[in-house]
């Protein structure tokens, strides 16, 4: 005879079983749901009123305004990306650090960052600087390692710095704004971005051979010719950043608001660069469909299996389960970080968020853990996803752009030096706080559950004196 306490362990079984079948994710979740709740219901765990939360709850996503902002957000880099603001950065900036050795290098780096922040999308970073800058690094003898590597991980910069699509679902998983989502991992973003390019100088002073400069050939006229082919590209770049941003950290526009915004931006770029038509405009609408589709199914599978799983007391066996580790805080930090880092070599960011996310935030917050900082350390973490051989996204799109002569092994290999990387700012992130926290407004430093209001009741009024007014 079934009992209540192994029901929860049961239903992470019965998941896990049908994602190493191959079933879509989406409908995993909403049949292991299901399927346990109908039994749920048989053996007396709950009634059938229960899992009528369920059309409330499925109501309460599809009108959440906070998830309004992916599809704006994705619209806004879908048409980026489709507009040729990818090759005109990296041609700049590129001539601009091609004297160096691992110059080429550099600049990718540098486009990847300012592309991750106005496309949000690793495909569109990946393929736009595998395409161009790959066969210009084979061309002048880039260690084919080294080239594919730091392609792959500048890729994979737009999932912690601001506006990330990661961000936006963990604030609504962790019930915490989008801005302070943003505005931690700023932090991160930088550090990230300094230890890519660290790494670079560390390998062109060590082996200068493997990043060599471009010869003066291939170097076109410098000086200010030079200087503003690249700020002609950087610049409206980095307003469009700062525009959709600083409204969100300033509180004049909500992230919704501000998405709609870097739409208008993203369109008026494009006009500018003369590279807006109309088939622009609906392939990059059929993206953002596309992927707005799939967070939704997710999210509302996610929902079937969570409501069930805290209706046969799930939350309360995995917090009893996480919160008597060893070590109290630091080894629950240590186990979720483990965990998740092993889990996201089989699940998208997407299934991690809805899955694993609403579970773990209970026991973060039982344990006295922040939990912007905690979202943020998780997006830090989940970004190696794309990175991990040979399962990792990035790799894939770069096998699939790459020459035939570009073997699967070396990059792989070129991979492994970049997850170590990320794997170091993860450890940075949990020993050094306020990488995170130091970006964030303070708070008054006031509980508000501990205030109370105290007034004194009114004098008594008496006819001769009158009504009194307060």
Known sequence: MLTLEVMPPLMFGGLVLFLLIGFPVAFSLAAVGLFFGFLSIELGFFTTAYLGNLPLRTFGILSNELLLSVPFFTLMGAILERCGLAEDLLEGTGQLFGKIPGGLAYAVIIVGAVLGAITGTVAASVIAMGMISLPIMMRYGYDMRIATGVIAASGTITQVIPPSLVLIVLGSQLDRSVGDMYAGAIGPS??????????????????????????????????????????????????????????????????????AMGVVGAILLAIINRRFTWPLLRQAMGSTMRITAMVIFILIGATVFSLVFQGVDGGRWLEHLLSHLPGGQTGFLIFVNIFIFFLAFFLDFFEIAFIIVPLLAPVATALGVDLVWFGVLLCVNMQTSFMHPPFGFALFYLRGIAPKTVRTSDIYWGALPWVGLQLILVLVVILWPQSVTYFLQPGTGVDPASVRIEAPPPPPDTEEEGPVFR
């Open 190 to 259: 930088v550090l990230q971005v300094l230890l890519f390019l660290g790494f670079i100088a560390i390998v062109s002073i060590v082996a200068p051979h493997k990043v060599p400069p471009l010869p003066d050939e291939a170097l076109g006229p410098r000086g200010w010719p030079l200087y503003w082919r690249v700020l002609k590209g950087m610049v409206p770049s980095v307003v469009l950043i700062f525009t959709v941003l600083g409204t969100i950290f300033m509180g004049l526009a909500t992230p919704t608001e501000a998405g």
